[in-house]
């Protein structure tokens, strides 16, 4: 049996987005294409789907599941195994919301409780978060909590990039750069500025349609945003570079975009765990920052001057960022002959 992606996003939930990211990073590629050029997924990718989808789960991040796939050491037996045993937490937890839920029914037929679609919402969204985030985890992630400063703020920016997208206001412009960066500065301080919650939400994200609803975030608001971040970092280095420069930027900035998160997520765990530069590890990671930095600031030490000249004169490229210059100076010890 072949199935299109549009048909394997259908059966399994993953977005078609979700899925053309595997194939753009080599991590689930289909087996056959139709005359038409159309992907053909086959009994073995949907295998491997299963154990992509298995392992972020876990809380692996994409790099560590593609170097899993590169030196396997799991048999499968034993990583259906560790799903199960993932599962039966699972449904203990759904088992506990269903019970608290069926006591809250209770209290509203006797009219003790107000309605509050709001709390239900909360309490179905908890059985999400815990699959992807640890109650340590939970506790700092500000974004996770339904009420107060960070979700009141959430709300009004929810709302003007709502107003912008119906306005068709375009990801170039200004406002439309204002409006990503707050939205960015708030991930940020949402996330308690650790990359590695980032990365796991953005999993959540891509594994969990049904949060689009509860949220609000849909897909095409999470690609105007990313749009329009884009546009307000290129327009900072456009001060800096030459037109044939910003055009290669310009150009590519946006297509291995994906692939940061997940990389500034693993720096910042490697130096959490006191990984030294000159490590094996330590020089993958750097490798793999310079061919995601390389993408799009091309191959001259000149431009590459020109782009670290303006992340050091410019604020603006600070806001929404995860990077710290301790990471900066490990990816450069690492980098070093």
Known sequence: MLLKVGELAKRTGITVRALHHYDTIGLLSPSARSEAGYRLYNRDDLAR??????????????????AFFRDPDLPLA??????????????????????????????????????SADWLTTLEMMTVYDKYFSKEELNKLALYQPEGAIAEEWRALL???????????????????????????????G????????????????????????????PAITDYIVAAFAEGRLAIYARYLDADELAFARANYARQSGQWPALIAD????????LAPTEPRARALAQRWMALFCSYAGNHPATHMKFRAAHQNEPGLRVGSWVTPDMIAFIQAASAP
């Open 49 to 66: 789907l299963h154990q992509v989808l298995a392992l972020r789960r876990f809380g692996w991040a994409l790099s560590e599941i593609a």
């Open 267 to 274: 720096v910042r765990n490697a130096l959490d765990a006191g």
């Open 159 to 189: 709302a003007d990039v709502r107003g912008l997208i119906a306005a068709a206001v375009p990801a170039s412009d200004v406002r439309a750069q204002e409006v990503a960066s707050r939205w960015m500065d708030a991930v940020v301080r």
């Open 191 to 218: 996330t308690a500025a650790q990359p590695q919650l980032f990365a796991k939400l953005n999993a959540m994200h891509e594994q969990e349609p049904a949060l689009h609803q509860h949220t609000g975030i849909t």
């Open 78 to 115: 034993e990583l259906v195994g560790k799903q199960m045993a993932v599962l039966s937490g699972q449904i203990e937890q759904a088992s506990a919301l269903r019970a608290r839920l069926a006591t809250l029914q209770q209290q509203l037929a006797r009219g003790e409780l107000p309605t």
